[in-house]
């Protein structure tokens, strides 16, 4: 395929007059929705003994959080294709807003849920909505805009942790942590509602027949497995890396903390370079190779005697997942250009159904197996991951998608 020509985008795409505040606001929904996501994770062992609950149980909360986002993002995919992305997205910064306030004032395991389901939903939203808005803006340069809008989250993730990492040691409660995260909900509510997006017509609107179809293809479901392994992983090392490194190395804490926050700087710099990809790239065996480099680094967690080398190799980590995210949603895109925001909402939904599950399956493998033991079997589902991708690759080599082997 030649350069410049790409699926269509969607029909409501044509009708902005001028990206600049929607990009602005979509890019900052991702910094902020990082902020909210690595919240907990950074918290978790002063919040247990605050709310007087062991951390494995406060750790559910995750699972809750990202359950309100899995259904956000289906939901709020399939309403912003008949009512438009802006009322969603402004709902989004209410509901993320409320659940930060319920945090931040948190005296018992009960109100911690009730803020961590409002945080998902308007979290899920947030980054689906966002990646979406994004993709129709630039259709032409999708790889770029979702890789440098997940430079954005990187960076909220790695300022969370850290400030929190400086913080805690000083005795300055997590719950600032929070109060932060409503200042910041406030502020992209104010962009939203300065933004430019239309309401799809009556012909943009996705039908249900329409619907029943998108889920049945292959170029919507095998990304989406693949996001889900992915995505279940990476859950995996943000919630625990922190207690691990303290449990199992004796790391001191600031650096344990610190360790979230450098897991995340590689990762925005491998997706800052990620941006320098040529738009008409193949991308499928790129993807994979990541996938299996992360696995490995993963898989060398049995035999770090440190916690000066495990951290490295979170880190490294961190660096190899760089592109994966981005390059399968930017997949999903390109092969499902039209009803955008329920395609990539479901998309990510699906992928979140691995936040669900990472707190319960670490919780698992600590009971069952030693726990220097449970990162190197995190590495399984990034080998599916691959392996999926390599599928992908492989079907549209042999002609038997509609979407050609470039656009991967």
């Known amino acids: 395929m030649k350069k410049g020509n790409y699926p269509p985008p969607s029909l409501s795409s044509k009708c902005l007059p001028s990206p600049r505040i929607a990009s602005t606001a979509s890019f900052f929904s991702l910094f902020v929705f990082a902020l909210s996501a690595n919240a907990l994770p950074a918290i978790l062992l ?14 559910q909360v995750s699972a809750l959080q990202f359950t309100g986002f899995l259904f956000a993002a ?53 980054e689906s909505m966002s990646s979406t808005v994004l993709s129709d803006l630039f259709p032409d340069r999708r790889k770029f805009y979702l890789n440098l809008s997940q430079a954005f989250y990187c960076l909220g993730a790695i300022l969370g942790p850290a400030i929190m990492s400086t913080l805690l040691p000083l005795g300055i409660s997590w719950r600032v942590c929070f109060m932060g995260v409503a200042v910041a909900a406030l502020v992209l509510l104010t962009l939203y509602s300065k933004s430019t997006l239309p309401i799809p017509t009556s012909l943009e609107r996705i039908q249900p027949a329409a619907l029943k179809v998108m889920v049945k293809k292959s ?16 859950s995996s090392i943000v919630i625990y890396a922190n207690t691990y490194l303290q449990t199992v190395h004796n790391a001191p804490e600031h650096w344990a903390i610190a360790s979230l926050s450098l897991f995340w700087f590689t990762m925005m710099l491998g997706r800052w ?57 930017g997949m999903s895109a390109t092969r499902n250009p039209l009803y955008s925001g329920t395609v990539l909402g479901s998309t990510i939904a699906v992928g979140s159904l ?55």
């Not at 002063?46 to 750790?59: E, G, M, P």
């Not at 309403?79 to 005296?107: E, N, P, T, Y």
């Not at 170029?219 to 990476?234: D, H, K, M, N």
């Open 273 to 329: 370079a990620c941006t320098k990809i040529p738009e008409q790239a193949s991308y499928g065996t790129s993807t994979a190779a990541l996938l299996i480099a992360a696995a490995s680094m993963l898989i060398l967690q049995q035999w770090a005697e440190s916690w000066q080398v495990s951290l490295m190799l979170f880190s490294l980590t961190g660096l190899t997942f760089s592109g994966v995210w981005p390059l399968i949603i």
């Open 219 to 234: 170029s919507f479901t095998l990304p989406c497995a693949a996001l889900f392994c992915y995505v279940l992983t990476e």
């Open 74 to 126: 289906i939901a709020g995919g399939i309403i912003a294709d008949h009512v438009g992305k802006k009322r969603v997205l402004q709902s989004a910064c209410g509901f993320l807003l409320a659940g930060a306030v319920a945090w931040s004032v948190a005296s018992n395991f009960l109100t911690a849920c009730i803020g961590g389901v409002l945080m998902g939903i308007g979290g899920g939203v947030l």
């Open 46 to 59: 002063r919040a247990s003994k605050d709310l007087s609950v062991d951390f494995t149980t406060l750790a």
């Open 354 to 408: 691995g936040c669900i599950m990472a707190p319960s399956l670490v919780t698992v493998l600590l009971g069952i197996v030693a726990e220097k033991n449970v990162f190197p079997l995190m590495a399984t589902p990034l080998l599916v991951a691959a392996f999926i991708i390599i599928q992908i690759t492989h079907r549209i080599n042999k002609g038997n998608s509609p979407s050609p082997v470039s656009q991967l």
